[in-house]
């Protein structure tokens, strides 16, 4: 499957990995334009049998994604103070950022530089998230120009770092540098840049070689146990569902008989099989 006309984005998809680089200069702002590529990225994406891994990265070394373009902000028709009604429809980003936070194949965020507001809640959309240490901040700075994060930064960052972490970054509209992200939980991992994309790359490789169909329905099976309308007892009927979804398929008895013939279960087997 071809990835031409993309004029924001720069594409090439090798071994089961779509990689992708954010070129949208000066500053690689959230416009439309960028935002309909994503779109339409995510959906090719989805659609691509040959694709397992999507890394995203930025072709600026200073800046992920500076933030939304505020003058799409601002074309957004408000809803007076007193009549403020809950929409039936999500927005054109929230519809977007979902398609890409489902989509069935593992999704990789490499953030070098700045990644606010915007930029940032395109992050947390990712599966993974992994940055440069000295060279990455996040943050939100709405709440000083007197808006709040519409992007999904309110309800994504406390599943992610808690209410009082997220509070602190969404009501101090403070940057938070890629160590304390990584302790928090806001990032997965925060690495020395010239250790990053190697450990991006090694990680992507797993995960391509993989059945795709494992891929996808182990993202959907960890997606419910974060429903909060799903307990435990639920949660674990999901998996079970789930996993013997996964046993149906030729590929997977395939695999499992030939660990089992390779040696499996034997002690010199597993103190071998150490990665």
Same mark, same amino acid.
């Given at each position: ?42 959906? !090719? ?5 040959? @694709? ?16 939304? *373009?505020?003058?799409?902000?601002? *074309? ?11 929409? *039936? ?16 194949? $593992? ?7 700045? %990644? ?10 990712? #599966? ?8 990455? @901040? ?5 709440? $000083? ?20 972490? $997220? ?10 540098? %890629?160590?304390?992200?990584? +302790? ?16 991006? #790359? &090694? ?12 891929? %996808? ?6 997606? %419910?146990?974060?429903?909060?309308? &799903?307990?435990? +007892? ?19 008895? !395939? ?5 089992? *013939? ?14």
């Amino acid at each position: 499957m071809g990835y031409q006309d993309y004029q924001l984005l720069r594409i090439s998809v090798e071994g089961g990995i779509c990689r992708t680089t954010i070129d949208n200069p000066p500053i690689n702002l959230l416009d439309q334009p960028l935002l309909t590529e994503i779109d339409r990225l995510t959906r !090719q994406v989805a659609a691509d049998d040959e @694709v397992r891994v999507l890394i995203v990265d930025s072709a600026d070394p200073e800046i992920f994604i500076a933030h939304a *373009d505020v003058g799409l902000i601002l *074309d957004l028709p408000p809803d007076p103070p007193d009549q403020v009604t809950l929409h *039936d429809e999500l927005t054109q980003f929230h519809v977007t950022m979902e398609l890409f936070r489902t989509l069935p194949k $593992a999704t990789i965020a490499v953030i070098e530089g700045i %990644a606010r507001g915007g930029g940032c809640e395109f992050a947390m959309a990712f #599966d993974m998230r992994y940055a440069a240490l000295g060279a990455t @901040v996040l943050g939100h700075p709405e709440v $000083a120009v007197g808006i709040i994060p519409g992007g999904g930064g309110t309800q994504r960052l406390p599943r992610m770092v808690g209410r009082g972490r $997220a509070l602190e970054v969404i009501l101090g509209c403070m940057d938070i540098d %890629a160590a304390t992200a990584e +302790a928090w939980g806001y990032i997965d991992r925060a690495l020395p840049p010239d250790e990053l994309r190697r450990f991006v #790359d &090694t990680l992507a490789r797993r995960i391509a070689s993989y059945p795709p169909n494992a891929v %996808a329905v182990a993202k959907r099976a960890v997606d %419910a146990a974060l429903d909060e309308r &799903t307990d435990l +007892a639920t949660g674990l009927r999901i998996e079970d569902q789930l996993f013997r979804g996964t046993l149906a398929q030729p590929d997977a008895r !395939q695999l499992l008989q030939a660990v089992i *013939d390779a040696g499996a279960q034997t002690r010199e087997f597993e103190l071998g099989a150490r990665s």
